[in-house]
């Protein structure tokens, strides 16, 4: 039996397909997201301590009681409040289902979505196995929106736009100049917001505003989050959403027959550490391992147009080192200099080369040491 292709992404993802060959050439691996040092023991405690208080069964649909309002409390307290009711949050199983789960919610066959590239690597696939079509719209040379492009692209059938602030590959944040700008292109018309904010506590020289700040517009949008990144915890693959009651009881008439609810010792551990997270040491840690990336990799021939200013990566160009695509580049890189990264290209569309490759900083300060003296030795 063959079974038609329900959308046009790869078979197999790039993070895939580079960790598969950074394993298989004993690289050293800067490419896919994931951290590789210890996650706090407070964090191990409470996981056990969920099992050993038989929390072992279902949870709410919407999510543990004590998770939510710890959530509520949680995004009251930021640095730039975030006012939500607890009827506005729902705990899902990652960012990467909410986002689908959006879109199972909101589309209907030929709808369009906007999509800001580059963009992560799931967006597409979701739009169309849900019926959907992408509208691609490019960010400028520094990853930066482009509004009148956005407008141009909106017509009667774009459904929604989806954002990925702070933005992977890129790293780069929206200011609330961003999001009122895009609040005056949509104001009139009926379409929603996706918002990918999963590195939301990882912004080093700017602050993170969500869509959720926006007073008109966090009536329009689902805003997604995702604990993995919060708590660099990603093999737990919970996150949550906040959207207004309308839009999420929309979402919770698919979410039901979708997944039902998470894991309920994860959530139970979860809102036992969002008691006593300190999210300022946090942003701290990540921001020293960005410096501390760039300094050990200040000596190697690539270049950095700019700081991230948020997330775990950072965009190098390698014009110094060789015209190879990045695809191509990035395969040479693991291969033949032992270290891996993630070709820029794989977020658009159209595998269009960049001459840009990802870097992931969220490693222990040894891997990193390492990846830059193997680098140094072997260019």
């Not at 990144?229 to 919770?252: R, V």
């Not at 300094?295 to 965009?315: A, V």
């Not at 891996?340 to 977020?347: D, G, L, M, N, R």
């Amino acid at each position: 039996m063959i079974i038609p292709k329900k959308h046009s992404g790869s078979d197999l993802t790039i993070f895939s397909e580079m960790t598969a060959l950074s394993v298989q050439n004993k690289a050293i691996n800067l490419a896919q997201g994931f951290p590789d040092y210890e996650i706090d023991p407070l964090l191990k405690k409470y996981l056990a301590e969920a099992t050993q208080k038989n929390m072992n069964q279902y949870a709410p649909m919407v999510g543990f009681p004590e998770l939510i309002q710890n959530l509520k409390t949680f995004n009251e307290k930021r640095k730039n409040p975030i006012s939500v009711d607890i009827s506005e949050i729902i705990v899902t199983p990652g960012a990467t289902y909410a986002i689908y789960g959006v879109l199972a919610t909101i589309l209907q066959p030929g709808d369009e979505v906007i999509v800001l590239e580059p963009a992560y690597d799931s967006y597409v696939p979701s739009i169309e196995v849900n019926g959907g079509k992408p509208v691609f719209v490019s960010l400028d040379e520094n990853f930066q929106p482009n509004f009148e492009k956005i407008k141009e692209a909106v017509n009667e059938k774009t459904k929604a736009i989806l954002v990925n602030s702070p933005h992977n590959p890129s790293g780069t944040l929206w200011s609330m100049n961003d999001w009122s700008n895009l609040w005056e292109i949509i104001k009139d018309t009926n379409i929603l917001v996706i918002s990918d904010e999963v590195y939301d506590l990882l912004c080093y020289e700017k602050d993170f505003f969500s869509a959720f700040h926006h007073p008109q517009l966090r009536n329009r949008a689902f805003s997604i989050f995702s604990f993995g990144k919060m708590f660099h915890i990603t093999g737990w693959k919970t996150g949550y959403m906040m959207a207004s009651e309308n839009l999420m009881q929309a979402f919770k008439r698919i979410h039901q027959y979708l997944i039902f609810c998470v894991n309920t010792p994860a959530q139970y551990a979860l809102a036992k550490y969002l008691e006593v997270f300190d999210p300022e040491a946090n942003r701290t840690m990540m921001l020293q391992k960005r410096d501390f990336f760039l300094n050990e990799f200040s000596g190697l021939p690539f270049t950095f147009m700019q700081k991230s200013e948020g997330s775990y990566f950072q965009t190098a160009s390698y014009e110094k080192i060789s015209s190879m695509a990045d695809k191509d580049f990035a395969v040479w890189l693991t291969c033949e200099k032992k270290v891996s990264a993630i070709p820029v290209s794989a977020f658009y569309h159209d595998l269009r080369n960049t001459g840009k490759v990802r870097f992931c900083f969220a490693k222990k300060e040894e891997t990193i040491t390492a990846a830059a003296e193997t680098l140094k030795n072997l260019l």
